[in-house]
């Protein structure tokens, strides 16, 4: 599989603010500044006074070949007013790692050093890269702090889990450089732009009477993330979903569903429309055959209920779409992936994104996922564990990618 995440032409020539804050991952800062100046960027480093304790100013200073700014008062390190000076000259701000108490402090607005006052000062696109201890990570009050900034706009990629300082493991590790990288970039991504993209998010639930239904417990969290990820990329969105989603910009037409009958209907209706579709929704394979006209009642004894399969929205919208359509279909599975091999390979999806919804971090409810894409010809590509938002990224690149290779 190609793996789009070089980033490149979306960061030639752009102006960005390299934040750094008081982490042990401080010192992957120095290779992000690298990578990005080797895209093409041009790189001013803000440093904290804990970032200084993990990382000398020297090293940032002969990376990106210039002054870093440690400081707000009594320095001349860019000008009588550095916050405002970075802030207007950049055309991105990208913090890495941003430790929990920068996390809260931009959350709330707070501004008292260099690093918080250019945030602060900046109206232009802001990625965060969070690491931390898996403690600091969990702490309710961290959690609120990030819903805050993921309601202002602020772009978070990671963390990811893995190997922690001092031999600790868990999740808050920071995400890797390259795909800090491919964030930051992404920010100045409009690959979807001019693309009417449809995807669908949530459980079917199935009438049993009309109160009682089957169902399953899919959140809907992964569509969500798939469809504000490519309205940020510039797509027009048809979002199909059967849980009511946070905000959405306006790209973004929410049409509500019940059924796997009636999410088939409007994917379906839409078909010949749509330049994507990514149908991630957890649709039910089999429904009641007969549905009863009124509640059914504890005194009439249990019901035997009779199932029926369920319309194949997936297959459906194969056979109705348009040769140039590219369509991604989900694959939910317990205990392993492989079976998911066969819907890649079946269906006519140009790729499917299959996940274990058993496994730790992974599947319903949860705020990140490990996600393996298989190809249609069965190759299986697994991606690390990162948070919803991050798949999404790492989904609508890959079909971007495609589509370039197609022509
Ligand atoms: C060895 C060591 C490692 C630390 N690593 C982290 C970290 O990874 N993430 C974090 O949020 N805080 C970490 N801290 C705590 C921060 O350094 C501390 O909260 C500090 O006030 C952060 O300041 P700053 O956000 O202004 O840089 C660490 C502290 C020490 C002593």
Known sequence: MRTPRSGRPALHGRNLVLGISGGIAAYKAAYLARRLHEAGAQVRTVMTGGALRFLGEQTMAAITGRAVVTTLFGSDQAGPSPHTELARWADAL??????????????????????????????????????????????????????????DGR?????????????????????EPEDILASVAGVFDDSLRGLTVLVTAGGTREAIDPVRYVGNRSSGKMGHELALEAARRGATVVLVTTTTPPDMPCSVEVVPVESAEDMAHQVWARASALDVAVLAAAVADFRPADVAGTKLARSDGPPRIVLEPTPNVLAGLVERKEPGTTVVGFAAETGGVDRAVRKATTYGADFVVANDVTSPGSGFGTDTNQVTIISAAGESTPLEMMTKRGVAGAIWSHVSALREDEG
Not at 123 to 134: K, W
Not at 155 to 175: F, I, K, N, Q, Y
Request: charged share 15%; aromatic share 2%; net charge negative.
């Open 94 to 151: 990208v913090v890495a790692p941003a430790t929990a108490n920068v996390l809260a402090k931009v959350a709330n607005g707070l501004a008292d050093d260099a690093l918080t006052a250019t945030v602060a000062a900046f109206d232009g696109p802001v990625v965060l890269a969070p690491a931390m201890h898996t403690e600091m990570w969990q702490q309710p009050a961290t959690a609120r702090n990030v819903r805050l900034l993921e309601e």
């Open 155 to 175: 772009c978070l990629v990671g963390p990811v889990a893995g190997e922690l300082a001092a031999g600790d493991s868990g999740m808050g590790r920071m995400a």
